[in-house]
Each structure stands twice: as structure tokens, then as C-alpha cells.
């Protein structure tokens, strides 16, 4: 098992910055991709960001292109994303996920955060 917690969520006006950040523990080695994904009220989960633990593969949705970073820090288990130039339509439940099996963009993840929300204002 893959334990998954999310942090750094908040409320920011447009145009801000957040970074968000996601603990792994337990069996990690069994993990071999972490993605962002997030969905909004009334909308279907969608995929944001994904790199693997090795960081050499990463992939990002168009929307957030230029404005998102991912990056891991294998010391400690840590995924980050960077958020610049944030928008209301960013605004959304973040999750982050992990899989055995190299990123993908689809939300077909081993193990699952709780989520954390994010709310920009305009």
C-alpha cells in the first residue's frame, strides 16, 4: 500500500501562486508514476500533471502548460506542483495519485490522496 497525502491548497486571487505538495510513505517502491488530477463542482476529474519517480518522463494537460511545474524530490517522497499564473478556472479539488505502471494521462491510478482545494478568486 501507498499512502498519499496532499498539502499546500488555499485561496488565491488570479494571477497568484500556489504550490502544492504530496507525501508518499508506505511501499513506494511499488509506485513508479505520481500524478496531479483535480476536478471541479459538477465536472468529471481531470487530469493536470504526471512525472515519474525517476523524473526523466513528465506530462501536463494543455490548460495548465507554461503555468504548472512538477517536480519530485526522492530524498523524502515528495511530488510538487508549482502553480503560477493562476485562474478561476482552476478552481478545483486537487488529488494526487500514484500507479506501478508509468504516467499516463487517464485517472487509471493504484492509490489516491484525499484531495485538497484550491480556490482562485477573481
Known amino acids: 500500500q501507498v499512502q498519499l497525502v496532499e498539502s499546500g491548497g488555499g485561496l488565491v486571487q488570479a494571477g497568484g501562486s500556489l504550490r502544492l505538495s504530496c507525501a508518499a510513505s508506505?511501499?513506494?517502491?511499488?509506485?513508479?508514476?505520481v500524478g496531479w488530477f483535480r476536478q471541479a463542482p459538477g465536472k468529471e476529474r481531470e487530469f493536470v500533471a504526471a512525472?515519474?519517480?525517476?523524473?526523466?518522463?513528465?506530462k501536463y494537460a494543455d490548460s495548465v502548460k507554461g503555468r504548472f511545474t512538477i517536480s519530485v524530490v526522492n530524498a523524502n517522497n515528495t511530488v510538487w506542483l508549482q502553480m503560477n499564473s493562476l485562474k478561476p478556472e482552476d478552481t478545483a479539488v486537487y488529488y494526487c495519485?500514484?500507479?506501478?505502471?508509468?504516467?499516463?494521462?487517464?485517472?487509471?491510478?493504484?492509490?489516491w490522496g484525499q484531495g485538497t482545494q484550491v480556490t482562485v478568486s477573481s
Open positions: 508506505g511501499r513506494t517502491f511499488g509506485s513508479d508514476a
Open positions: 512525472i515519474s519517480w525517476s523524473a526523466v518522463f513528465r
Open positions: 495519485a500514484a500507479r506501478a505502471r508509468g504516467i499516463t494521462t487517464m485517472p487509471d491510478y493504484d492509490y
